[in-house]
């Protein structure tokens, strides 16, 4: 009991140091930094919420774009202001009930998670009910229904043209604090019982059946949980990028998640959040190498999507040899870190005793 | 003596193949019997259409009086049927005792938001499932096993984590599906002694699927036995053993030795 | 709408049938024997079309000789994929292999983007295939015939294989039990590698067709048609070669057909499929020519 509480005390400690951080990188860091910081605990909800279908259930989805999206576009309507909208929609006129719709940015970001959860509850249902394998065509397919319909939904979505102005209400304690809440549902959610049913499923439909698991039940629940965070996580990227069009929500993106997931660890929630950053920040880091750039009197030119292909190498590699990835399916823990110190602290003096008593 | 499963003339056929054909059979409650019959005879056809894995084609299967051809294998289970698999399914990212606990999820009466928030009710039957998990492995023998990966227990072992987490499921009915399959006559032996103990302890109904007739032989009061579908004879090991079709069909005209 | 443009579209739909059915051919025999949805297959249609592309346009090859040569190579590149990516992860669960096809259609994808550009570049129909015909009032481009009359041959010759050669009859049967056909002396590698490559195969031959039906090739354009030629194998019921070619038939008649009589909903053209794929899955999630498969419990 002693030692639970401890650990209880170090993570609210260090949730008050990482609150304090979050605030004094959102005043004194600069925009550019901001962003990466931003979309660090974007991708990291992202691949979160795939692992929870992928790693712990044992279903493919790859529908993030698709429910990105659905976020991403209601939390737009709802913040962008009357004005704003009237600019926007200059072609066609926006549907009347959108046209004042204003509210404020966390009821929007709430809708946008349900909006995607409901979505994804269409999708999932028929899907799911039969042989899990079409639950990963049917969301592929569905990103890009989506995308169609962002297109054509002109008087909703404001077609290929998308959306301009948004508030761009997202900081650092948004996104973050958005990425802690959902990594303590998930968290939570995987150690019970309900995420032990999930783990047998993942490992044995059959068995898990027979042992009275409901398949369909603990499949959806985990797919909707996982659709809710990226509706979420979607309403976060629209409201940091301030523009928005269906482009932006390429099927690509649920390619990179599944890379970034299993780079991370199936199975492992730290591995995710790792994964997912370093995933950011290297992308940021090697742009240069797909612009032109000098050396001395050296030109050479940049070869556009080579960090993609670069990823995607890295990731095939990383399926075929290290199938575990960063973290396997090991969390980090308070005992995991003091056991490591204590382990690298005690090995030396380990050693020295026995070439003392020898 | 009460009947608790009752199959009326169950078939199920696959395409053009009949792997069952109007099987009819009764088990009470208490007692302990055994399905015999040589490979491909359809035991485990009927084991999977008894426990929903299958839809019959025709027939009805009901337990306790209650028809349940054609239910959701989890509601069956529900109902208080369990079974184990042929070939050993555990779920190998599970531990020992989380196997067993996965089990007795069904009876979970907390909702997901409870659990998630960890509200005192959930708590407590989480405490609950892992008491109840580790007595269940302790009455079985496997409690110094609880914390370890299935995998890396010996074979006879897995066998009876297997049973282990059916038991977990309350079932009034336990399906055993070649409980002794890959073991040495010794080991067998030995398991069969555990399924009587089993037996005892919970105050079960067992049904066992078995092919080597002399496991069986000594321990099962009552063997019914199947051939290409069809059941061929029924009851004591003694009139099994002198029964001039099961003799033909199952040992072979040749081997009366 | 008048019979003569029923019959121009009702061309215009078989032929672009003709071409899902080539490609989920492939889909529905990796499916059948291994159970993997090969998200890469689609991407081996824009190899076979961007192959075409570059031995006419950079070799200055004859069409005759450039076509066979591109279905050799993006064959070779379908059976590297498997012995390279997907042979190595069958021992594994089977996530591990749908994460293997998404890589591999990750790579494939943006590979054709570094090396082909990101440009759609325009693909030159030889000219035979660019003659205006007329029959009666109907009028077409001659490709569409040829189109047509491509599949049915090789379709013919797809069936033949797979219903009087040992391998073919083995791969059916490979879709049906693998462990118990591999215990009978099949050897399976050998039989999967061979799916592999009548799969890629067709799915180079799909590519060029599609890239003489719509001239415009971009590293991306094997996407939408691969997703839509799952869905054909879908309908037909997955595993079934059969089926396969009448679902690609149909959801090609079927998806011209709905913009001819509603061209208000031309904008919705792609989403179509998916519905089609959706009520599928809820009232005959076996296809149309599907049996009901069980899994071996």
Known sequence: MKKISRNHILTFAFLLVFIVLLILAQSFLNPYYKRILNLCAIYSIFAVTFNLVFGYTGQFSLGHAGFAAIGAYISALLTLSPEQKAVNFFLQPILPVLENLQLPFFPTLIISGLGAALVGALIAWPALRLRGDYLAIATLGFSEIIRVLLVNMQRVTNGALGLKGIPGHTNLLWSWGWLIVCLFVTKRLVDSSYGRAMKAVRDDEVAAEALGVNLFKHKMMAFLVSCFFVGVAGGLLANLISTIDPKVFQFFLAYQIVGITVMGGMGSLTGSVIAACLYTIFLEALRPIESQFTIGSLTIPGIPGMRMVLFSIILLLVILFYRKGLMGNSEFTWDGLINFFNKRKKKPTGYSSGGTQS | ?257 | MTIESFLQNLSNGISLGALYALISIGYTMVYGILRLINFAHGDLVMLGAYFAFYGVAMFVLPWWLAFPLAILFTTLIGIVIEKAAYKPLREFPRINLFAAAVAVAFLLENLAIVIFGGRPKAFARPAFLDQLLKIGNISFVSYTPVIIITTIVLCTVLILIISRTKAGIAMRALSKDIETTGLMGVDTNRIIMFAFMLGSALAAAGGILWAIKFPQINPLMGVMPGLKAFIAAVLGGIGNVWGAMIGGLLLGVVEIMLVAFFPQLAGYRDAFAYTILIVLLLFRPNGIMGEVQAEKV
Do not use: W
């Open chain 2, 1 to 257: 003596m009460t009947i608790l499963l009752k199959l009326e003339a169950v078939t199920k056929r696959f395409g053009g193949l009949t792997a069952v054909n109007k099987f009819s059979t009764e088990i009470h409650a208490g007692e302990l019997c055994a399905l015999i019959g040589p490979n491909g005879s359809g035991k485990t056809t009927i084991f999977n259409v008894i426990t929903g894995i299958y839809t019959p084609t025709e027939g009805q299967v009901l337990l306790g009086g209650e028809d349940v051809s054609g239910k959701r294998p989890d509601l069956i289970t529900g109902m208080g049927i369990a079974r184990t698999f042929q070939n050993i399914r555990l779920f190998k990212g599970l531990n020992v005792l989380e196997n067993v606990i996965v089990g007795k999820h069904l009876r979970l009466q907390s909702d997901p938001l409870s659990s998630v928030l960890h509200l005192p009710k959930y708590q407590n039957e989480e405490k609950e499932m892992r008491e109840q998990g580790l007595v269940l492995l302790e009455s079985l023998g496997l409690d110094h096993f609880a914390y370890d990966e299935p995998t890396s227990l010996p074979y006879g072992q897995q066998r009876k984590l297997e049973i282990a987490r059916a038991l977990a499921t309350n079932p009034r009915l336990l399906l055993l599906d070649e409980p002794a399959a890959g073991m040495s006559p010794t080991d067998a032996e030995g398991l069969m002694k555990f399924i009587l103990h089993i037996l005892d302890y919970f105050d079960l109904t067992i049904f066992l699927i078995e092919h080597q007739m002399r496991v069986v032989m000594g321990i099962c009061p009552r063997i019914i036995v199947i051939d290409h579908g069809e059941k061929i004879a029924e009851g004591s090991p003694e009139m099994i053993q002198n029964d001039q079709h099961v003799i033909e069909a199952y040992l072979g005209v040749s081997d009366h030795a």
